[in-house]
């Protein structure tokens, strides 16, 4: 009868959770930009027509766009912030305070319109405010056209000029890139040190720059015939120059964010990829990293084809990975990475930018708000398509997640990871937060509801929120239609506070052929509880625990050993008490002995007779 009623309760529960979809809408941004790069002065001069939807049920007054160049500049929020946190980032510190005039960023709007109506407008450091001509209704569209200056930064964070392995132009967060609207409302952040959230939409871009320079980057290129550079055919000749220059012109479409990189000393490869997508490769010509390089290609290839089974297609044709920026860093169709190390690094760095182009690009969250969702997950999966392409074969691949965040905890210095990515007070806090926390919550979610449901969740939510943007309560709903667990307890504790999990084996006595254990729970944050028996005779024997708030049970994940359920724990009690009944005297008794429990004090997990 419980069964049969708790099947009711998961048809119900599934029919409310698809109408929380219903409502859901999304603005609609396409971009036509053609920009002149001057590669001795790094200067150049934009233009942008910017058609923008607004599928809000709301009436746009305003619009905000972001600036993003002028964070490197004496004085900015992110030099600001670099200098007064304790833990600055490294790779800025100081560094913004001492650029010079030629060597700061810049986005200087010069005209601005909405249907051929001058605007007015303000620029307040990395954003810039626009009050519209006219309100833009639900349903309508507007054209913005925008012309402007800009000056690329000295390599510092994420994009600039000469970035340290020589590589000329790393450009992301090049253009005036129109702010998100969405159920929350505009999302202006300004540029002090994270990451991003944009508008969905189609690009059209052209770029006029020397001749002797190969771009790669966001989008499919239109003319490869008149570029060459390592794109066209076989047998096809390149046009020549116009004025010293070649304008290569790109579309993207359906895509949040346009980036590219450039320099006069890139090799271009081209390596087959899966479901006929195109890898391409832009890196330097240096003798030291060429054979790296080179061995990346086919590495790429089963890196792309392991996320293509494990979370659904890639669904675009060409995919970018290229030497620039200061580490790596997603974009869209392609990534920018330092390309000056070991191969192993190489591809580490490579695997987890790739698995980007899931989470965060195709499942596009709102980074500043909720940086594990993407960093956490992309890290989980690349984790485990290391093991899987580099043959690492560890029985816990997230191992050192689970490291990091311990480190996290020890440290007493963590914020829950619903903070604001700018507003963690240390650096090294959010790293954990966001890459460690984050990938640990998908691991243990795999603890919590069976790895199995857990494959399939990756997958549906893939299925149902691709070019979209999901929050963390849409996947969790995901992995409740899916396993038939309510997960709101799990979403609650290990985002939105800082509660740990910490159970402990309080007492083991034996009399008269039972074994009476007493476990407690010491951590605020409940779970399920997996309990492993050894006997002498070295046979094993597992007992779970389901946990009273998650109304559901997981199948047994080592079908090959006997398994007891036992009755649910209600979270408020702080002990539960059990019976093992056997002629076999226990020997050893673990809890969570696969070690997929994030258990912060895990020394008193495991009890053995003496």
């Not at 920009?35 to 790094?42: H, T």
């Not at 070690?595 to 495991?606: E, K």
Request: net charge negative; glycine share 8%.
């Amino acid at each position: 009868m419980r069964y049969f009623l708790l099947g009711l309760l998961l048809i119900g529960a599934t029919s409310i959770f698809a109408q929380n979809t219903n409502g859901y809408w999304q603005q609609k941004v396409d971009y036509k930009m053609v920009i002149d790069m001057d590669v001795e002065n790094y200067q150049y001069k934009g233009k942008q027509e910017l058609v923008y939807t607004n599928n809000s049920p709301d009436t746009i007054s305003r619009v905000f766009y972001h600036l993003y160049f002028n964070a490197f500049q004496p004085g900015s929020e992110m030099d600001v912030r670099s200098r007064t946190i304790t833990d600055p980032d490294r790779r800025v510190g100081d560094r913004i305070s001492k650029l010079t005039p030629s060597e700061i960023g810049y986005i200087k709007p010069t005209s601005l319109t909405q249907d051929g109506k001058k605007l007015d407008y303000e620029v307040v450091g990395t954003v810039l405010e626009v009050s519209l001509y006219a309100p833009i209704l639900p349903g309508k569209s507007t054209t913005f056209k925008m012309d402007w200056d800009a000056q690329v930064p000295l390599q510092i964070r994420r994009s600039g000029r000469n970035n340290k392995e020589g590589v000329a132009l790393s450009m992301a967060q090049w253009y005036p890139k129109l702010a998100e609207y969405d159920f929350e409302g505009w999302h202006a952040d300004p540029y002090i040190g994270r990451e991003f959230h944009g508008v969905w939409g189609d690009f059209d871009v052209t770029i006029t720059i020397d001749k002797d320079y190969t771009i790669g980057g966001t989008g499919y290129l239109q003319n490869p015939a008149e570029v060459g550079h390592g794109y066209q055919l076989p047998g096809q000749k390149t046009m020549p120059a116009v004025k010293g220059k070649f304008n290569w012109h790109f579309i993207a479409p359906n895509v949040h964010d346009f980036t590219w990189a450039a320099d006069d000393n890139f090799i271009h490869d081209v390596y087959n990829g899966p479901n006929g997508v195109d890898l391409h490769f832009f890196y330097k010509n240096k003798p030291e990293i060429l054979e790296n390089w080179k061995k990346l290609q086919p590495k790429a290839a089963e890196l792309l084809e392991y996320f293509n089974e494990q979370i659904g297609p890639y669904p675009y044709k060409q995919y970018s990975i290229i030497q620039g920026g200061d580490g790596g860093m997603e974009y869209g169709m392609c990534t920018l990475i330092t390309g000056e190390r070991t191969f192993g690094s190489l591809v580490g760095v490579t695997a987890h930018e790739i698995a980007h182009s899931w989470f965060q690009f195709l499942l596009a969250n709102n980074e500043l708000k909720h940086g594990w969702f993407d960093e956490g997950f992309a890290d989980y999966i690349s984790d485990k398509a290391m093991g899987e392409v580099m043959q690492y074969n560890a029985d816990n691949p997230h191992v050192g997640s689970y490291g990091g965040y311990m480190s996290l905890v020890r440290s007493g210095r963590e914020q829950p990871q619903s903070t604001h990515a700018d507003r963690f007070e240390y650096n090294k806090a959010y790293s954990n937060a966001a890459y460690s926390k984050g990938a640990v919550f998908v691991a243990q979610l795999g603890y919590v509801i069976g790895e199995e449901n857990l494959k399939k969740t990756l997958k549906r939510y893939y299925s149902e929120w691709k070019f979209k943007h999901p929050t963390p309560n849409d996947f969790i709903r995901i992995a409740e239609k899916v396993s038939g667990f309510e997960l709101d307890w799990y979403l609650t504790d290990w985002t939105q506070t800082t509660n740990t999990i910490d159970y402990g084996i309080a007492s083991v006595i034996e009399e008269s052929g039972k074994t009476k254990v007493v476990l407690e729970r010491i951590g605020l944050m409940p779970m399920p509880i997996d309990l492993y028996v050894q006997f002498e005779d070295g046979t094993q024997e597992a007992f779970y625990i389901p946990l009273q708030m998650a109304r559901a049970e997981k199948t047994n994940p080592y079908p090959m050993m006997k398994r007891t359920v036992l009755p649910d724990w209600a979270w408020a009690h702080p002990t539960y008490e059990l019976e093992i009944v056997s002629d076999k005297k226990v020997k050893y008794l673990s809890i969570d002995a696969t070690g997929r429990m994030a258990d912060v004090q895990p020394s008193n997990n495991n009890f053995e007779a003496q």
